[in-house]
């Protein structure tokens, strides 16, 4: 059984009104469990409007999501945020940490929604750290990493919360080549691991390190391939 279906999604805003946008226009996608997917499109192309819907933090005006065989059609928000809880790990190009918390506070916080006992989280925090090798940073404040630093601890977030899907909205757009390549390849190795990853990105290079690239223009999907694996 696929993890993620995808059957005939429209996303509309201003439906029937001159202004009207589909931003997503009849797509079809399944991603299967443990594969790594990159969907790449140029802004405005749909991409961002697809990884909402598929990390459930919006929902389709038309068509069927099935998570997992579970559809989420009809979700109330609550259930869309236990879905989010427990489902998905989620990396952003902003990183998205709280300057007042450390890092290992920042890493344990989404377990907390998750009922994860405060020793356990501390347990899972500093095991993430240590896999994207920055443990020595736990007791730090964000605003004292450099932006490679902050990324890694946005990734041990995700990893913590040891969900099956972990989605990277442009992780590495505000980092430099190297750094963004050291990111993209602690995602390869948590795809090789096991971890279902779905890459999100305007960058043909970065879409290339995956291993199916799927491209999306004017809300609906144009190419769907499978790739060769890169060599780490």
């Given at each position: ?36 997917v990159a969907i790449v ?25 099935y998570l997992d065989g579970?559809s989420i059609k009809e ?158």
């Amino acid at each position: 059984m696929a993890l993620i279906e995808l059957h005939n999604i429209y996303k509309i805003y201003a439906e029937g009104e001159e202004n009207e946008v589909r931003a997503l226009d009849g797509v079809d996608l399944t991603i299967d469990r443990g594969e790594f997917v990159a969907i790449v499109g140029t802004s405005g192309s749909g991409k961002s409007t697809m990884m909402n819907i598929l990390g459930c933090l919006d929902v389709p005006t038309y068509g069927d999501y099935y998570l997992d065989g579970i559809s989420i059609k009809e979700r109330t928000e609550r259930e869309l945020a236990e879905i989010r809880n427990f489902q998905i790990g989620f990396i952003f190009q902003g990183y998205n940490l709280i300057p007042s918390l450390s890092v290992w506070q920042n890493v344990a916080l989404p377990m907390s929604y998750q009922g994860v006992r405060k020793d356990e989280q501390y347990d899972r925090a500093m095991a993430a750290l240590e896999q994207v090798e920055i443990a020595e940073k736990a007791e730090n404040r964000p605003n004292q990493l450099s932006g490679g630093q902050q990324q890694r601890v946005a990734i041990a977030r995700a990893i913590a919360t040891q969900s099956p899907i972990i989605m990277a909205d442009e992780p590495t757009g505000a980092l430099d080549t190297k750094t963004g390549a050291q990111v993209l390849s602690i995602l390869r190795d948590l795809n090789r691991a096991g971890t279902t990853v779905i890459l999100i990105t305007h960058d043909n290079g970065i879409a290339a390190q995956a291993r199916r690239r799927v491209r999306v223009q004017d809300g609906k999907i144009i190419e769907d391939e499978i790739l060769e694996e890169v060599s780490p």
